[in-house]
């Protein structure tokens, strides 16, 4: 099933569809280790679609991708950040 769930992350980034859109918001915490993932865009992509779900708790590991040796990655997580601050004002 993890594998699956990955290679549908993987899928929607090829696609460049909206990040993982279609997970529903308790499903939320099957993205939250994809924050972890080895390849980048997939990390990228899961730090935008907590965002995008508004997964407020999720602002801590996105913050320690700021840190991610990947500059898309980095770019993504403050992207999130931002987003994720602008819909809790």
Do not use: C, T
């Amino acid at each position: 099933m993890k594998s699956m769930f990955r290679s549908f992350a993987v899928l929607l980034s090829i696609l460049a569809l909206p990040p993982l859109l279609l997970v529903a918001q308790e499903d939320a915490e099957k993205v939250l280790p994809l924050l972890k993932d080895a390849d980048p865009m997939v990390r990228a992509r899961a730090a935008q679609s907590l965002a995008d779900l508004s997964v407020k708790r999720s602002a801590g590991e996105i913050v320690k991708l700021l840190e991610d040796k990947d500059a898309r990655v980095r770019w993504a997580a403050a992207a999130a950040l931002r987003k994720l601050e602008a819909k809790h004002m």
